[in-house]
């Protein structure tokens, strides 16, 4: 069995359905041999890391950054992880009222010093709500796990 772990600040409704959507793509039916498991980042510490096969964060923009959350999760883990999770395959998906460029450079500039590896682009979920980005939350969360269990992660 492969683990999945979502890390995703979850601060309004939305946010939260956000999340679901992601850990409800993931639990597909069809996909046997992942486990998913959703944590926010004040819950998730190194061990959750560690024992992952891959990881999906999820974050809010916050004055063009990532939410401070987010950055506590960083904050606490990156030294106890940094020489053990090289090549972890990761995805990032963002709420953004504005463009998400700031919030990306971020979260890709910490990663690229763990040494993880995306999977795809960053979904960037940017302006006004649309109920759209359920669906593309959900796909993304699909997509990360059933790439785990055939192992092309």
Partial sequence: MKRLLVVAHVPSPNTLRLRDAIVSGASNREIEDVETIAKSPFEAGPEDVLIADAVILGTTENL??????????FDRT????????????YALYIRAGMDGTGTRRAVQSI????????VQDPLICRGDWD????SQCAEL???MAAGLEVGVF
């Fill in 111 to 118: 990663t690229t010093g763990l040494k993880w590896r995306p």
């Fill in 64 to 73: 063009g950054y990532m939410s401070g959350a987010l950055k506590d999760f």
């Fill in 141 to 143: 969360g699909m997509a």
């Fill in 78 to 89: 990156y030294y106890p992880i940094l020489e053990l999770t090289r090549g972890k395959p």
């Fill in 131 to 134: 109920e759209a980005f359920i």
